[in-house]
Nanobody, 126 residues
Framework: QVQLVESGGGLVQAGGSLRLSCAAS????????MSWYRQAPGKQRELVAS???????NCTDSVKGRFTISRDNAKNTVDLQMNNLKPEDTAVYYC????????????????????WGQGTLVTVST
């Protein structure tokens, strides 16, 4: 059973920093894109940042220059370094990954599916 487990959330004052980590475990053959999403109270979930297996990154305009996404392909982990946090960054942050699993059905096949973590709460106080 493939799963993603996040850690690193918490309470921080405005201007502070937090580092979120996400580790994938289970029967993993490969991982394509890994991403961080967030969902603030009363709002829709939004993409914060993503990173390809080759290391190309993308992030939403509101966090550019403040957040950095990185990954370790050998460890199947993705991190989100968040600096100069603002109260509007308060949200539940979710790790997301497109994970390839090999399975046997007469022959070996590879299938990719989207996996979500359980979420970690980040609260930024004024």
């Amino acid at each position: 059973q493939v799963q993603l487990v996040e850690s690193g959330g918490g309470l921080v004052q405005a201007g502070g920093s937090l580092r979120l980590s996400c580790a994938a475990s289970g029967s993993i053959f490969s991982i394509n894109d890994m991403s961080w999403y967030r969902q603030a109270p009363g709002k829709q979930r939004e993409l914060v940042a993503s990173i390809t297996s080759g290391g190309s990154t993308n992030c939403t305009d509101s966090v550019k220059g403040r957040f950095t996404i990185s990954r370790d392909n050998a460890k199947n982990t993705v991190d989100l370094q968040m600096n100069n946090l603002k109260p509007e960054d308060t949200a539940v942050y979710y790790c997301n990954a497109e994970i390839g699993e090999r399975y046997y059905a007469g022959s070996y096949y590879l299938r990719f599916r989207e996996v979500w973590g359980q979420g970690t709460l980040v609260t930024v106080s004024t």
